[in-house]
């Protein structure tokens, strides 16, 4: 009657826990199910009795009474599925066209891709009960992008050559690829993997243990049978829960295994009746049952229980004396010796569990089945420094038994919560107090123990100090006293002064609109609202920085963005201006000053649903404001020399119905005639032309090439000498202009060509413009809206968008992002909302040697050979040491490893043959292959923080959203 | 990450920095000013026709030879020839010579009662060596500034962020301070203020003052070990006075009292003077004295739009 405990851990950040109570069920604990104590049963359609249990990932595997192993699945949102692909091959011949009567040198009629495989229908069958088709055969109806004819044939002259999509004279061999789904179907259920022998009893099984090969898909799964003997069950993954085979593993001579485990990277090893420690060697990707036992010499007294962590193992030996591995456990199994240092500890204890990070050892003490934990592991103390006792209020039967304790970093800031641990063979309503110390409202964090213990040991809060009521005190406090001073109207002992400070900094302003190249200069910010850029002694650039409509980062090399800039003399068009710094930190502050001050209030802008990624995989929310355009005084330029235009402004808004135009001119004392016109593009639609030597005011238009009617009439107003104001308005219907001098002076003059073409002014002629009033018609009718962005934190590649306000991205790892935060609210991020973000690139490099007769392969290649590291073509020199991060974001998950995932298969060290270097790769070295390349990878990682939230258990390759009706939302992916 | 030592850090040992980001605490600090009446020593009046009194804004968190330049520019046409070439230096309303190094409301809070304006009496004569140090010129400020700040630092980061900082940063520190430039003083000072979610400065830089005995200070740290909690207020006051009775006590700071409870981790970053420390003022609370409710000062409803006059020479 044994309780143990399986917990799982999971490349992401949940942990999870199980149990078994006496009478054989299992619990798990999920901290935040409804129910009081936190743990539930399992939800199981079969009631076994279960005596182990080993899990990872969700998935548990368990020995039942019958000593049989069992799987359970849990039913998940992603459902398990395998593609099964076959080729159905016919040939042509003149009595029967085409058919499966193939000539014997042929493939088979059903086969694989290169046609050595024979897979005929029948050879294709589910694995297991737990398996069922979805669908009958279905017929791949694309090839290479194009659709096929209904049956899906593809033809060719012969069987490896290439495949055409449609018949031609000389096809005398067609083929066809068939498909379908198994999909695994028993969810919730114990299911049991088959026995070594038919017969279960021959020999049954009485351990079982599992863990992930390093970072891979694959999981060990290792079981001891009750013969002492090894089995290891090949296959094992998250799509293939139940393996496919039993191998027996072979152990030196003689000896027994009592235990089996896995260490946190795989590694397994075994611990026998005599208490010697044997652990495997030679694991590769390809050969996950590795090759040879190794035996490490364990500490006096033999060995009992072991349990290894990722650096450390623990070990409780037959005296019940505890004992660590001196060195790391990296180290013991890598120099392959048969000596290990061992250093006691003291304690008296029965078993012992360390978790998979090595910083948490609990151990069942051997009098009183009081649990103990390691106290003071740090990473200059790996062995701790005391025994403390780990729930004081809790009883524990003795014979609970910890084995092995895994992963705990779950306990993220976010794992918080106020449960309490219990047995769980307690009825779920029974509540435990916590051990003393604690308080209602402190965090509690869960450490996930596969063993027989659980704790719920307290932590400190994790997060961030914070904000009380008494800040709201203490500023009410500041502002009623500023109140009582600002009564006192005293001058101010300092002078803001009108110099204002300035922070400057060298950088290269490459000025896109204008096709500039880059100028080296000096930019500055000053007064927190101008940004200056110093070109040269006298040449600057300036803008306000409050025009800057977006700030976007130019690559991932993080050292130079550019601004958008509001540029208010071309319609439409935004200013694009890039910088670039010396580093990245300067870039970095000079880009998060700037979008702090550019961000614009929620008031004026006005956020719309629509976002913006750029190559740096940033993200911006765009919106758009409006600017209000006020009427501006125009500057008078002065004309160029020897033209007898005055005076000549372009209006910037044309001149359309509401449209005033107000002017103050003075006419020399020998003025004959001048003029003003508005003009479009090659015509004018007003020409107002007081002749002062006919006394008359000529109005007209010119169009087409032509001067069109005049009108004459009218009072002439005005006389040489004098200044007049004049207005000109432009209405529903007419051009009127009034002169005023003491009296005004009505003309009107009918529309003849549509005033919206209008685009310049002019003065011509005797007469002196002094100052010039531009009111455009009414600006809500002409308002701008210009298009701002804000760069929301994050890394990503593709983002959708839906229009009820939904967002979801995906990053360059395939992850699913959910945008969280309203876009309606306001664009401050708070801080609650806000969890980690992460991306994963890899960077690859490939080794390249030629195989010469003295020293076999090396990296000498002959003259006209790429570079012995290169990329994929062969013709960039690609060392190691050169690749670099894309900017200080990211961090490196993994160091350099072979790759042995490249398309043409590798053999079992990561490499390819070929002829010659750009040939065709193929895994095993024939007679002529002179070169060879592997790849190597390594994993890179950004992490920040931001408003998003990761959809767990898939990766995508392509999302779109599409909303229905407003009330459901489909989302259409393709998963890989 | 062990369960029984400190907090996590996030994946590979990013940790996310905290800072001070209450800008509205910040500025309402940053602006509070006090209206201070300067007035020439009643013996050192040397002609006939009396000075009247001068009055400035002063801000609360400079030093009192940073604004004097005026006041002493006012006031020497009234004195001796002899006495209009020394140094000024001032005496509060107690009779007691103002120290210059200490920031202008800290004193106020220490020692003028609350009572506005403050009255504060200038002297030309006689500088009382033997309290108070000479402050020739601003730099003699500036290098007490600088000297707090890296203190604070050493304090706060091992003195690390400091060292790296470059001297225009120290210059922008300087004269944001000095010009009341509220944007150039932060943005290098913001720096100084950051600290690990979770974990706080190492120490705190806090000093304390009672009237009886100026300038304490004491090892205080922002998480107490023991009950891995924020040090609040209260307990950070135990370390200066364990036999505290915090009945009989009022502790002022900027003119407010904040409330025991508050984490001193958020009141280093928010309410420091400029000069990074923390400068508590500890009172003898009376009975009956209502901090706001001094003769001068009456509640705003009925003083609309009434206010004291303005100097009348400029």
């Known amino acids: 009657m044994a309780m143990s405990m399986a917990s799982h851990h999971s490349n992401d950040q949940s942990g999870a826990l199980y149990g078994v109570d006496y009478s054989g069920r299992v619990w798990t604990f999920n901290a935040n199910s409804k129910t009081s104590t936190g743990w539930s049963m399992l939800p199981v359609n079969n009631r076994l009795d279960i005596k182990r249990l080993t899990s990872i990932s969700g998935i548990v595997w368990a020995i039942s009474s019958d000593h049989q192993i069992y799987v359970f699945v849990p039913k998940r949102d992603v459902p398990i599925r395998v593609r099964e692909e076959v080729y159905e091959n016919e040939r042509w011949n003149p009595v029967n066209n085409f058919c499966d009567q193939l000539l014997p040198t042929d493939r088979p009629h059903f086969s694989d891709e290169t046609g050595l495989i024979n897979r005929d229908k029948s050879y294709i069958k589910l694995p297991s009960d737990s398996w069922q088709w979805e669908s009958d055969w279905q017929i791949v109806d694309t090839f290479e992008n194009q659709l096929l004819s209904q049956d899906g044939w593809t033809y060719a002259i012969d069987f490896p050559a290439n495949y055409k999509s449609e018949k031609s004279w000389n096809s005398m061999v067609r083929r066809r690829k068939l498909y379908h789904y198994r999909r695994y179907v028993a969810h919730n259920r114990w299911n049991k993997i088959e026995a070594i022998y038919e017969d279960h009893t021959k020999e049954p099984f009485v351990d079982v243990s599992v863990s992930r090969y390093g970072n891979s898909e694959m999981f060990c799964l290792w079981a001891v049978s009750v013969l002492g003997q090894i089995y290891f069950r090949s296959e094992v993954s998250e799509n293939n829960p139940e393996g496919s085979y039993w191998h027996h593993i072979e152990i030196p001579k003689g000896l027994e295994a009592c235990q089996v485990g896995v260490s946190g990277q795989g590694v397994p090893f075994i611990v026998t009746w005599t208490g010697s420690f044997l652990f495997r060697t030679g694991l590769t990707p390809h050969n996950l049952s590795g090759s040879d036992w190794i035996e490490i010499g364990g500490p006096t007294g033999g060995l009992f229980q072991v349990s290894v962590g990722e650096n450390t193992m623990w070990a409780i030996t037959r005296d019940k004396k505890c004992w660590t591995l001196k060195g790391t456990v990296q180290d013991v199994f890598k120099s392959s010796s048969s000596a290990a240092e061992w250093l006691e500890i003291p304690g008296k204890l029965k078993c012992i569990s360390v978790s998979r990070n090595d910083q948490n050892v609990l151990a069942v003490c051997d009098e009183e089945g009081v649990v103990l934990v390691r106290y003071g592991i740090a990473d200059d103390q790996r062995h701790g420094q005391q025994w403390k006792e780990a729930f004081p209020e809790v009883s524990w039967d003795s014979i609970s038994v910890c084995s092995r304790m895994s992963e705990v970093d779950s306990i993220d800031g976010s794992g918080d919560t106020s449960t309490a641990s219990i047995r769980p063979d307690l009825p779920p309503q029974t509540q435990f107090n916590l051990s003393s110390g604690s308080e209602s409202g402190d965090t509690v964090s869960l450490c996930w123990i596969d063993g027989a213990c659980l704790s719920a040991i307290k932590s400190r809060h994790d997060g961030d100090l914070e904000v009380g009521p008494w800040r709201e005190e203490i500023l009410t406090n500041l502002q009623s006293l500023k109140v009582g001073t600002e009564k006192f109207d005293y001058p101010n002992a300092v002078e803001s002064r009108a110099s204002s400070w300035s922070k400057s900094v060298k950088a290269r302003m490459i000025h896109k609109s204008k096709k500039e190249g880059g100028v080296n200069g000096e930019l500055e910010i000053s007064n927190n609202d101008t940004l200056v850029f110093h070109k040269s002694m006298q040449n600057s650039w300036i803008c306000s920085v409050r025009d800057v409509l977006s700030v976007i980062l130019d690559s991932e090399a993080c050292i130079s963005f550019s601004l958008r800039i509001r540029n208010s003399f071309e319609d439409g068009r935004a200013e694009i201006v890039s910088f670039r710094f010396s580093n990245e930190k300067e870039c970095e502050e000079w880009r998060t000053a700037i979008v702090e001050i550019s961000l614009k209030p929620q008031e004026q802008c006005k956020l719309a649903n629509l976002w913006l990624t750029t190559d740096a995989g940033e993200i911006h929310q765009c919106g758009q404001i409006k600017i209000a355009e006020t009427p501006s005084e125009m500057d008078i330029i002065t004309p160029a020399a020897g033209d007898n235009l005055k005076f000549h402004h372009p209006l910037v808004r044309g001149f359309c119905v509401g449209s005033e135009l107000r002017i103050d001119i003075s006419i020399p004392a020998d003025a004959e005639r001048f003029a003003f016109n508005f003009k479009g593009n090659d015509d004018t639609a007003f020409h107002f032309n007081p002749r002062l030597d006919v006394s008359q005011v000529v109005r007209n238009s010119y169009d087409k090439g032509e001067w069109g009617e005049e009108e004459r009439d009218g009072v002439f107003p005005f006389l040489k000498g004098q200044n007049y104001e004049i207005l000109f308005q432009c209405s529903e219907t007419h051009f009127i202009t009034i002169v005023t001098k003491k009296h005004k002076f009505v003309f009107a003059f009918k529309h003849r060509i549509l005033p919206r073409n209008i685009t310049t002014f002019t003065a011509v002629g005797d007469v002196t413009v002094n100052s010039i009033r531009y009111d455009p018609a009414n600006p809500e009718d002409v308002e701008r809206l210009e298009f701002i962005s804000n760069p929301i934190p994050g890394h990503f590649w593709k983002l959708t968008a839906a229009s009820n306000g939904m967002v979801w991205t995906l990053s360059y790892d395939m992850a699913v992002w959910v945008y969280l935060l309203n876009s309606k609210k306001s664009l401050k991020l708070e801080s609650n909302v806000i969890g980690p973000i992460h991306d994963e690139k890899v960077f690859h490099t490939y080794e390249n040697q030629r195989w010469n007769p003295i020293s076999s392969f090396t990296s000498h290649g002959l003259p006209t050979d790429r570079h012995s590291w290169t990329d994929e073509t062969g013709r960039i020199k690609l060392e190691k040491e050169d690749i670099k991060l894309p900017s200080n974001k990211w961090n490196w998950v993994t160091e350099w490893e072979v790759d042995f995932d490249l398309k043409e298969g590798v053999d079992k060290d990561g490499w390819q043959y070929a002829i010659d270097f750009p040939a065709s790769y193929h895994p095993k070295k024939n007679l002529r292959d002179f070169v060879r390349r592997r790849r190597w990878k390594r994993v890179c990682r950004f992490t920040t923080d931001g408003p998003w939230n990761l959809v767990q258990n898939i990766k995508l390759v392509d999302i779109c959203i599409w909303v229905r009706n407003f009330f459901e939302m489909k989302n259409k992916t393709k998963n890989v | ?314």
């Not at chain 2, 500025?27 to 026709?49: G, H, K």
């Not at chain 2, 009382?128 to 290098?143: A, F, G, H, L, Y």
């Not at chain 2, 203020?193 to 740290?221: D, N, W």
């Not at chain 2, 280093?268 to 500890?282: A, G, I, K, T």
């Open chain 2, 1 to 314: 990450m062990s369960l029984f030592t400190q907090r996590p850090a996030n994946r590979k040992g990013q940790k996310r920095i905290r800072m001070a980001e209450d800008r509205e605490v910040l500025r309402e600090i940053w602006e509070a000013r006090l209206p201070v009446s300067f007035q020439l020593a009643q013996d050192e009046v040397a002609t006939l026709n009396v000075p009247e009194p001068f009055y400035l804004m002063v801000p609360r968190l400079l030093y009192f030879p940073l604004v004097t330049d005026k006041v002493r520019k006012h006031f020497i046409q009234y004195v001796s020839p002899e006495a209009s070439g020394r140094e000024i230096w001032l005496s509060d309303g107690n009779g007691q010579p103002i120290k210059w190094n200490y920031p202008i409301g800290l004193w106020f809070d220490l020692f003028a009662e609350g009572a506005l304006p403050w009255t504060v009496t200038v002297h030309f004569d006689g500088y009382p060596e033997d309290k108070i140090m000479r402050c020739s010129c601003k730099d003699t400020v500036r290098s007490q500034f600088m000297s707090y700040l890296k203190e604070a630092d050493a304090l706060k980061h091992k003195g690390n962020v400091m060292n790296c900082m470059q001297e225009k940063d120290h210059n922008q520190l300087w004269q944001g301070f000095q010009n009341d430039k509220f944007d150039q003083f932060w943005s290098a000072n913001k720096k100084l203020m950051e600290s690990v979610v979770g974990e706080g400065f190492r120490h705190i830089p806090i000093k304390c003052y009672t009237p009886e005995k100026l300038a304490m200070q004491r090892i205080v740290k922002p998480i107490d070990e023991t009950t891995g909690t924020w040090t609040t207020l209260h307990d950070a006051l135990l370390e200066f006075f364990p036999t505290i009775d915090f009945s009989t006590v009022r502790v002022i700071i900027h003119g407010v009292e904040p409330p025991l409870g508050t984490p001193v981790q958020w009141l280093s970053e928010h309410m420091s003077y400029p000069d990074n420390f923390l400068h508590l003022s500890v009172l003898p609370s009376t009975p009956g004295f209502s901090y706001f409710s001094t003769p001068s000062l009456s509640s705003p409803s009925t003083e609309s739009g009434s206010r004291v006059s303005p100097n009348s020479s400029s």
